[in-house]
Every structure is written in C-alpha cells, then in structure tokens.
C-alpha cells in the first residue's frame, strides 16, 4: 500500500477549511517561494511514513470535534506531489464519510498524462480546495516562487470547468503583491472563474524565516514588515470586486 511522506500533523486546526480541521502536512514542494514559513518541507524525504488507514484511524480520535462542518485537511509542502497517496487517502475517508479539503498552490497541475487521470480521480473525492494564488503576474511568479504560473492557471480553469468549489488565498507582501495594479488584475482573473466560494487576504509575516536561517538558506524578505490593517482591508475590497 502506498505511504504518504508526513512532515506534521495539527489535530484542531480552525483556518483551513469549513469547522475544525484535522490537518496533515505532506512533505515535497518545488516552489521557493520568498516567504514560504514551511520551508522545512520543500525536501521529499521523510523519517515519518504512514498509510492512509493509519492516518485515518488516527484522524477518527478527534472526529468529535469536527461536528458538521469539519473534516481532513491535506496541504503541505505541495500535497499534489503525492497524488497517488492522496487518492487513496481521500477515497477511503469518503467511505468512511469525511469532508475532505486539499491545500495547495496547483503547481503540478498538468493535462498531460498520467498526472491529468490522476487528478480527475482525486478531484471525484475531494469536496473543496483552498488555492493560493502567489503572484498574477508571470515574471513576477518566477521571481517570486522560482518557476511561472501558466500551468497553475490552467488549473483554475480545469477546477472552474468541472464547478469544484476552490476557496482562494492570496499572501499580501509590501513591495511584491500589495500593488492595486497586481490586485486587480487578479480580481480579473477570478472574475473568469465561476467556483470561487470564498477569497482570503493572507498578511505577509517573517515567522518562518527562523526555518529558513536553520536549513542555511539566504531569506531573501529581510526587513521587509507586516502590510498594515489598511492595506489588508484594501486588498480585500480589490480582490472581492466591491
């Protein structure tokens, strides 16, 4: 049976996704984002491999607090790294009457073969999806993130196309995203799709940056602060379309 490489588990968590989540961090991500607070998950590799039986009985303890609304969340990392674990993963939580809810930022998405079947079935047991989108612009994603966002755009399209219900999270970053020209092209580009259940502001922060100084990789946002409660509120109204 396949294993998932597990980086982290948060049994309670309340921000991603509907109700109380059971969150499980995959490791394996090839995007480098500039303020990326996991960076301790880019590397594949894990000491701590588990099931998807095991990690669903594991889930169940806490299934009391989910109440109707709660369920699993699977983000990462980039969980659609380990697309083959998480099908299988997915498939038996919904026989076992799970919500489920990926996190990601839609990097491996492709149509080609054999990813694009893949997905097809997992999208047939995922019930929602939270989708960052980093940056809209695409010389400014590759700087930003190391690699362009065409192919994650496409996956947009493909999610709005089949109505999977996507939430949308956008990081605010002084002098990078929070920019009214990049905001509205991007309520642009939401306005193209039709599955958008809800859009967050999430505001920049340095907390990983520690994780960055640990694995001796240059942060390259030093210094840069927090957008301010006002910048926050204007990049919701932009993004919102009010």
Same mark, same amino acid.
């Given at each position: 049976?396949?294993?998932?490489?597990?980086?982290?588990? +948060?049994? !309670? &968590?309340?921000?991603?996704?509907?109700? %109380?989540?059971?969150?499980?961090?995959?490791?394996?991500?090839?995007?480098?984002?500039?303020?990326?607070? #996991?960076?301790?998950?880019?590397?594949? #590799?894990?000491?701590?491999?588990?099931?998807?039986?095991?990690?669903?009985?594991?889930?169940?303890?806490?299934?009391?607090?989910?109440?109707?609304?709660?369920? %699993?969340?699977?983000?990462?990392?980039?969980?659609? *790294?380990?697309?083959?674990?998480?099908?299988?993963?997915?498939?038996?939580?919904?026989?076992?009457?799970? #919500?489920?809810?990926?996190?990601?930022?839609?990097?491996?998405?492709?149509?080609?073969?054999? !990813? !694009?079947?893949?997905?097809?079935?997992?999208?047939?047991?995922?019930?929602?999806?939270?989708?960052?989108?980093?940056?809209?612009?695409?010389? +400014?994603?590759?700087?930003?993130?190391?690699?362009?966002n065409d192919n994650i755009f496409d996956g947009f399209k493909y999610l709005s196309e089949i109505s999977k219900p996507i939430w949308i999270?956008?990081?605010?970053?002084? &002098?990078?995203?929070?920019?009214?020209?990049?905001?509205?092209?991007?309520?642009?580009f939401i306005e193209t799709l039709s599955n958008v259940q809800k859009i967050e502001v999430l505001p920049y922060h340095s907390m990983g940056?520690?994780? !960055? +100084?640990?694995?001796?990789?240059?942060?390259? *946002?030093?210094?840069?602060?927090?957008?301010?409660?006002?910048?926050v509120e204007n990049a919701m109204k932009i993004l919102n379309g009010k």
């Amino acid at each position: 049976m396949v294993k998932g490489a597990i980086h982290s588990i +948060e049994t !309670f &968590g309340s921000v991603d996704g509907p109700g %109380i989540r059971f969150i499980v961090f995959l490791k394996g991500c090839k995007l480098r984002c500039k303020y990326c607070h #996991n960076a301790d998950t880019w590397d594949p #590799n894990s000491e701590d491999m588990r099931t998807p039986d095991e990690l669903l009985d594991f889930a169940e303890r806490y299934r009391s607090y989910w109440g109707t609304e709660g369920g %699993i969340t699977v983000s990462g990392g980039e969980p659609l *790294l380990q697309i083959d674990f998480l099908i299988e993963l997915f498939k038996k939580a919904k026989e076992r009457g799970i #919500n489920t809810c990926i996190d990601t930022a839609l990097q491996p998405f492709t149509r080609e073969e054999p !990813f !694009f079947s893949k997905f097809e079935e997992l999208m047939k047991y995922t019930d929602l999806l939270l989708v960052d989108i980093k940056h809209i612009d695409r010389d +400014e994603h590759i700087e930003l993130t190391g690699l362009p966002n065409d192919n994650i755009f496409d996956g947009f399209k493909y999610l709005s196309e089949i109505s999977k219900p996507i939430w949308i999270r956008h990081v605010l970053v002084p &002098g990078i995203t929070d920019d009214d020209e990049y905001l509205k092209r991007t309520r642009e580009f939401i306005e193209t799709l039709s599955n958008v259940q809800k859009i967050e502001v999430l505001p920049y922060h340095s907390m990983g940056q520690h994780k !960055f +100084e640990t694995l001796g990789i240059p942060y390259k *946002l030093d210094g840069v602060k927090s957008p301010s409660k006002e910048r926050v509120e204007n990049a919701m109204k932009i993004l919102n379309g009010k």
